[in-house]
């Protein structure tokens, strides 16, 4: 069974630019997750989808952080402009609906540092 | 809401020696409790989970936790440490009920020294 798949593995980018970021999760799973992991610190939930449907965004910046997950597969992240405080590995990680909770599976992340 | 407090940073432990790592949460109900790891440039993977029942779980990897609900607690252990076993370990715990939320600890180091 194929893992969960993240893009780009590395990014750097200046101060105001924009990034996106790709997942595709595992195939079947309905409930997709972008967690936010800074430096020393747990990952932090941004955005959580059921199929293509938002369930819990309350912790993503909205002024600057947007994420959709069209037919309700794979979804993307884009951060526009970046902050020198944006620098993070981003996860997306999948659960099944009926799976028990909790237990996601993550991806390899994608690291982002913003200068 | 609920919160994880993973109150060691790092900890070294020698090659074969018990490993002990600390975990206390925060919840107003009964919680589900997690532990995952994270090796170097990695995601994330589940080691052990408690949602009811037993309080004493077993993992992969040779790890097991215990639930104890009078010191909020839900400490990780193994009785004997491999080197392939550094790596950062994350205590979460999540809702019971409603759609899964995990609210993650900051995370414990694991350094195995030889």
């Known amino acids: 069974e194929a893992g969960v798949a993240q893009s780009p593995r590395y990014k750097i980018i200046e101060k105001r630019q924009s990034v996106a970021f790709w997942c595709n999760p595992i195939?079947?799973?309905?409930?997709l997750y972008w967690y936010q992991q800074i430096l020393g610190q747990g990952p932090k939930l941004l955005i959580q989808f059921q199929n293509n449907g938002v369930v819990d965004d309350s912790q993503l910046p909205k002024d600057r952080f947007s994420a959709e997950r069209l037919k309700g597969v794979d979804s993307t992240l884009k951060i526009q402009p970046a902050k020198l405080e944006d620098s993070a590995v981003y996860l997306c990680?999948?659960?099944?609906?009926?799976?028990?909770?909790?237990?996601?599976?993550f991806g390899s992340g994608t690291q982002l540092s913003v200068l | 809401a609920q919160s994880v407090t993973q109150p060691d940073i790092h900890i070294t432990v020698s090659e074969g020696a018990s490993l002990e790592l600390r975990c206390n949460y925060s919840y107003g109900a009964t919680p589900y409790l997690f532990w995952y790891v994270q090796s170097p440039g990695q995601g994330l993977q589940l080691l052990l989970n408690y949602f009811s029942g037993d309080t004493l779980v077993q993992g992969i990897k040779g790890f097991e936790a215990e639930f104890k609900r009078s010191q909020s607690s839900f400490n990780l252990r193994k009785p004997s440490v491999h080197w392939s076993d550094a790596a950062e370990y994350f205590c979460?715990?999540?809702?019971?009920?409603?759609?899964?939320?995990?609210?993650f600890g900051t995370g414990t180091r694991l350094l195995v020294s030889p």
């Open positions: 195939s079947g799973h309905a409930t």
């Open positions: 979460a715990v999540g809702a019971s009920t409603g759609f899964q939320k995990l609210v």
């Open positions: 990680a999948s659960s099944p609906i009926g799976g028990k909770g909790g237990e996601l599976f």
